[in-house]
């Protein structure tokens, strides 16, 4: 049984900083890919960032380049996103997300495994 357990989240002023952190447990990930999305209230869940742990490589939406960093802390079996220069359109639920495949996704419905999500709240 896979486990993702998010934190991080809050209230930060526009053009601050968070960092998000997803703790998987359960499984062994080094065949995983896992990633980042977010849900405004009143919008579709959307693709944020995906890291895969075989390649190392990464991808991210047009809307957070530049602004957020996916990276891995393998002795903890950690996801981490580092979002900067936030905007209160960053504002959002995000969820971790994990799939059993060394290739990336960006598609909810690749993704079995999910937390319970954190609240990112960016003010103007």
């Known amino acids: 049984q896979v486990q993702l357990v998010e934190s991080g989240g809050g209230l930060v002023q526009a053009g601050g900083s968070l960092r998000l952190s997803c703790a998987a447990s359960g499984r062994t990930f080094s065949s995983y890919a896992m990633a980042w999305f977010r849900q405004a209230p009143g919008k579709e869940r959307e693709f944020v960032a995906a890291f895969s742990w075989s390649g190392g490589n990464t991808y991210y939406a047009d809307s957070v380049k530049g602004r957020f960093t996916i990276s891995r802390d393998n002795a903890k079996n950690t996801v981490t996103l580092q979002m900067n220069s936030l905007k209160p359109e960053d504002t959002a639920v995000y969820y971790c997300?994990?799939?059993?495949?060394?290739?990336?996704?960006?598609?909810?419905?690749?993704?079995?495994?999910w937390g319970q999500g954190t609240q990112v709240t960016v003010s103007s």
């Open positions: 997300a994990a799939r059993n495949s060394a290739l990336i996704a960006t598609t909810v419905n690749r993704y079995p495994y």
